[in-house]
């Protein structure tokens, strides 16, 4: 299973750490993303890392946002800098099978945690 925290409430151009606890899974034989849904919109991937360590981001977020992993601790982390208001979703983390590249499609992704909401005001 798969367990975000760290969301809240941040001002534009601030940043964030948000967490996610892999349960059960072995992060660094799995490909790992993040997602985020805002309100009205449709689930975005925002980045992930490959089994490899290999990482892949949008242009919407590179340069801003950091993916990270600590696998004595099965915990990934997604590092949020320079936030903007657009930036305000439910943010979840998800697992794939191990895959030579970074799919940025929700369809790849078996395991999801629940969400933690992340709120930029301007």
């Known amino acids: 299973q798969l367990g975000e925290s760290g969301g809240g409430l941040v001002q534009s151009g601030e940043s964030l750490t948000l967490s996610c606890a892999a349960s059960?899974?072995?992060?660094?034989?799995?490909?790992m993303a993040w997602f985020r849904r805002a309100p009205g919109k449709d689930r975005e991937f925002v980045g992930g890392?490959?089994?490899?360590?290999?990482?892949y981001y949008p242009d919407s977020v590179k340069g801003r946002f950091t993916i990270s992993r600590d696998s004595s601790v099965s915990m990934l982390y997604l590092r949020m800098n320079a936030l903007k208001p657009e930036d305000t979703a439910v943010y979840y983390c998800?697992?794939?099978?191990?895959?030579?590249?970074?799919?940025?499609?929700?369809?790849?992704?078996?395991?999801w945690g629940q969400g933690t909401q992340v709120t930029v005001s301007s």
């Open positions: 998800a697992a794939a099978p191990r895959h030579p590249s970074i799919q940025r499609f929700e369809s790849a992704y078996s395991y």
């Open positions: 059960g899974l072995p992060i660094t034989t799995r490909n």
């Open positions: 890392i490959a089994w490899s360590g290999d990482e």
